[in-house]
């Protein structure tokens, strides 16, 4: 099913629409203040641009400058190229370790490789740790957000999944009784486990380190306990030296949920003692983009989430009604360049209000990209027949000014005659929760020759 | 008297002529003669932004012969306004008298404001007014500032609607949310675009105002379909009809 009846089917229970746009929008205000704490802002958001360009640029020579700084600290750098590579990586060396459990600290890469599921086939038992990625993956659903994974559960919903999985009491939603069930319960996962798998935010070419940020710090647990880390990242997660961290910490958490810092910013350089450090650096479609003048500065995005929590429709219209594990605007753009038969309907979600473009920290332009990739996707052929055969009509029709003002009388003057019945049916979607306009009897350019020929000034 | 090629997007010629002699008036009253190009249709838009650029292309190029020749080109739409300054030059780059049409072609109260240089309105408007910032002429034209960006605030379809004696501006929760439209949006994603217009509506009402206003009629357009399918007594103008003095 395409976006447009997912949002209508989420739309269709009013009250939850209505709290998932007003709980989101909370977290865009809370973002707003700490942005406007902070006159520098623009300033960061220029430099995070200009840094992200440049290593883009270069990216190539950065990669092998973070392998070799990586390896010098005893890490173990393994490349992917598409998803599957990457499963099979991960399962090897769980293999090679013996790995029964594995805890997961969050990761948007292993979600777009669907890493979960495969692991799971071959017989390891996969734990999500963030509370959020814990909720839904014990509802069986895929996160809804990128940040706030399970934003779109109720404290009610999350009071019976736990129930159901976890044994709270029935009926409870107190949020300090369920985070605390689920800390007593990760507690458990996070002894048991034989390796742990982290995301990365940023990865570090000049000295080989990674940086993983969380308000939990279930990243720290997962790869403190179990011998063996593993870190997946994608190849655009690289930032050239160790003080444009600064630029990017500062920006992401208070993009992200308006907090200062994430309340764990954690620095990986090479395993600890006695351990083994893997990262998976992943392409899966990401150098395709960069070979596209077009779209290539989506590759600057750091997962904040701002996208998400300003846009109006995704507010409206909830994460899952995206169907891919980037939602929102950014998710709208990198979707169809992975997939364009399946996800050429998400550059369409969108009303182009520009919002998400003002608020992206890393000043990706994502409303122009969604136009670019409308365009894109209509001479891919990817445009229904209906659209493009009326605007075509449209085109033919304004292309000959006689015409288009005969068009105009005519419906001007027949639409106002015809039944209601005729004028509002399953036909006219305009026109299911909304009235036309009161067609007037003359046009504005009729108007405007009539009171000049009268010669006067004013017509009210 | 410096001249100005009127730029009436097509639904505003067809369906709103109010809006239109509107702008007649506030730009000859500003001390500009104002000329109507009879050929004009529309921008090309709504084939634009479905990604059509072949059935756009046409389009442009009539715009760039039907209004190259105008000291100004002034239109009551932020949207189409954008359109041409921002979008055409897929279409025109390059082309002989393009870049004069870009930089002399403006959004009405952007003219108003900066280049006719308004500094005061005569009539008065005793009401509550809520003004809708249509997201084109926000972000594209950047005629305020909007809410995410860390900057001075400024508008000025703000300013000038203060200059009228009596006007109360309402404060919006959501300063700057949009509406819905959306050009073809407002029928393919029609579930969400009816709930961001009800959205924006309620969030009008519950300032207190009697009057929604906007630089773009299409966005009230949507929005005043959905109050009058409900019955609401909020009302909407342009911000041209409020401006030029015409009754509510
Ligand atoms: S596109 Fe920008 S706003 Fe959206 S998630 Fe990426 S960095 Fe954040």
Redesign the interface.
């Known amino acids: 099913m395409s976006h447009a009846p997912l949002a209508a089917q989420f739309i269709a229970d009013r009250p939850r629409a209505t709290w998932h746009d007003q709980t989101l929008w909370f977290v865009r205000s809370k973002r707003d203040k700490a942005a406007q704490a902070l006159p520098e802002w623009e300033e960061l958001r220029e430099c995070a641009a200009a840094i992200k360009a440049h290593t883009v640029a270069h990216l190539a020579d950065y990669l092998e400058q973070f392998e070799r700084a990586a390896t010098n600290r005893g890490a173990t750098v393994h490349w992917a190229r598409d998803a599957a590579e990457h499963n099979e990586i991960v399962l090897r060396l769980l293999q090679q370790h013996q790995v029964r459990r594995l805890v997961k600290s969050k990761s948007m890469l292993t979600e777009e490789c669907h890493l979960n599921p495969y692991l799971e086939r071959h017989g390891i038992e996969v734990v999500d740790t963030d509370l959020g990625e814990r909720i839904v993956q014990l509802a069986g659903e895929a996160p809804s957000h990128i940040v706030l994974p399970a934003i779109h559960k109720k404290k009610e919903d999350v009071g019976r999944i736990f129930h159901e999985h976890l044994g709270t009491a029935a009926g409870a939603t107190d949020p300090n009784y369920l985070a605390e069930a689920a800390r007593h319960h990760l507690r458990q996962k996070f002894l048991q486990a034989d390796a742990g798998l982290t995301g990365v935010n940023f990865a570090v070419a000049e000295t080989g380190g990674i940086v993983v940020c969380t308000n939990e710090g279930n990243a720290d647990l997962g790869t403190s306990l179990p011998r063996v880390h593993i870190a997946s990242m994608g190849i655009e997660k690289l930032i050239p030296r160790a003080q444009d961290l600064g630029v990017f910490v500062r920006l992401l958490a208070r993009s992200a949920t308006g907090q200062p810092i994430t309340a764990y910013t954690s620095h990986f350089h090479g395993p600890r003692p006695g351990g083994e450090l893997h990262l998976v650096l992943v392409d899966n479609g990401r150098t395709a983009i960069l070979g596209n003048d077009e779209f290539r500065r989506s590759l600057n995005c750091i997962r904040c989430g701002a996208c998400m929590n300003t846009c109006p429709v995704y507010r409206r219209s909830g994460g899952h009604s995206y169907q891919t594990s980037v939602p929102g605007p950014i998710g709208s753009i990198l979707a169809p360049a992975r997939d364009p038969q399946t996800h050429y309907d998400l550059p369409q979600a969108c009303s182009l209000c520009g919002s998400c473009s003002d608020v992206c920290p890393v000043k990706i332009d994502l409303h122009h990209q969604l136009l670019s990739w409308r365009r894109e996707l209509a001479q891919l052929g990817f445009l229904s027949a209906s659209k493009r055969l009326g605007m075509q009509a449209m085109s033919f029709v304004f292309q000959r000014p006689g015409l288009y003002r005969t068009a105009g009388r005519v419906a001007r003057w027949l639409v106002p005659k015809l039944p209601r019945a005729l004028v509002y049916n399953r036909f006219n979607p305009w026109g299911r929760q909304r009235e036309l306009p009161e067609f007037p009897r003359q046009s504005f350019r009729e108007q405007l020759a009539a009171r000049r020929r009268r010669g006067q000034s004013h017509e009210r | 008297m410096p001249t100005v090629g009127l730029f ?1 997007p ?1 639904y ?6 109010r ?3 509107a702008t ?2 506030l730009l ?1 009253r500003a001390g500009f003669r104002v000329e ?1 190009p ?5 921008c ?1 838009q ?8 072949a ?2 292309r ?2 442009a190029e ?1 715009f760039l012969t039907l209004f190259g020749g105008f000291d100004y080109v002034v239109a009551p739409s932020g949207s189409c306004v954008a359109m041409v300054r921002c ?1 055409y030059d897929e279409y025109l780059a390059g082309r002989p008298g393009f870049d004069e049409l870009k930089a002399k072609t403006f959004e009405l109260c952007e003219f108003l404001v900066d280049v006719a240089g308004v500094a005061q309105i005569s009539h008065r408007f005793p009401h509550r007014v809520g003004l809708h910032q249509s ?2 002429g ?3 034209l950047r005629l305020a500032q ?6 001075p605030a400024y508008g000025k379809a703000q300013q000038l609607l203060q200059l009228l004696d009596g006007i109360e501006l309402v404060t919006l929760a ?1 300063p ?3 509406c ?18 009800e ?1 924006r509506i309620h969030d009008h009402e519950t300032a207190g105002a009697e009057i929604m206003t906007a630089n773009d009629m299409s966005c009230l ?2 929005m ?3 109050i ?2 409900q019955k609401k007594s909020l009302r909407v103008m342009h911000i041209a009809e409020i401006l030029a003095g ?2 509510v």
Do not use: K, W
Request: net charge negative.
């Open positions: 009436i097509c505003i010629d067809q369906l709103y002529p809006v239109g002699l007649v008036d000859e109507y009879e050929d004009q249709t529309c090309g709504p084939m634009a932004n479905t990604g059509c650029t059935e756009a046409p389009l009539r979008h997201c084109h926000l972000r594209e909007s809410s995410e960006l860390v900057a959501r700057d949310e949009c819905g439209f959306g050009g073809t949006f407002a029928v393919a994603e029609e579930a969400v675009s009816c709930m961001m217009g959205d357009m949507h005043a379909g959905l009058r399918r015409y009754p």
